[in-house]
């Protein structure tokens, strides 16, 4: 039960760490082609 909660507790971390990244780039890139 541990070891499912240890990669569940990653699994979120990494999912929140690469929306906040690919948000990140997001802006950049639309920030850049905006005027």
Do not use: I, R
Request: charged content about 15%; overall charge negative.
């Amino acid at each position: 039960m541990d070891e499912q909660y240890n990669v569940f507790v990653v699994a979120f971390t990494l999912t929140q760490y690469f929306k906040g990244l690919y948000g990140e780039l997001h802006l950049e890139s639309s920030s850049k082609l905006s005027p």
